[in-house]
């Protein structure tokens, strides 16, 4: 998958989020990754409703072991705030079937690159997902 400032503009056009995986490749073919039968991951802007599946995964200790110290609800709303509800956001919901997994971090960190990232909750852990 080519990531480039355009897949931020779809995802602003969308407004329900963009599929990062689906059923299957999208030219009908075989997958390398064996992802038939995966559910979409869904990427989407945050929202302020969000705040309370956000602490559960920014307060977890195993998620937060090799980022920062785990978040209280107020470096959460913090971080919601200045990064998930900012014009334009740094980072991104990851949702499967509405539920809140983690967030990706798309942004431009500086003028000739992009910052890519994800957290993403231990319930998420396990399991490939491969791009659309």
């Known amino acids: 998958m080519t990531l480039h400032r355009g897949m931020l503009f779809e995802w602003r056009i969308y407004e329900g989020g963009f599929p990062l995986a689906q059923q299957g490749p999208p030219h009908g073919g075989a997958s390398a990754g064996g992802d038939a039968g995966m559910k979409a991951l869904t990427i989407r802007r945050l929202r302020p409703s969000d705040a309370e599946a956000l602490y559960r995964i920014l307060s977890d200790r195993q998620v ?28 991104y919901g ?39």
């Open 94 to 132: 990851a949702e499967e079937d509405g539920r809140l997994l983690g967030y990706v971090i798309y942004h431009a960190y500086d003028p000739d690159s992009m910052e890519l990232g994800w957290v993403l909750s231990r319930t998420a852990g396990g399991r490939a997902m491969p791009p659309g």
């Open 64 to 91: 937060m072991r090799y980022l920062e110290p785990p978040y209280d609800r107020l470096q959460t709303e913090q971080f919601l705030r200045e990064a998930g509800l900012a014009e334009p956001p740094l980072v």
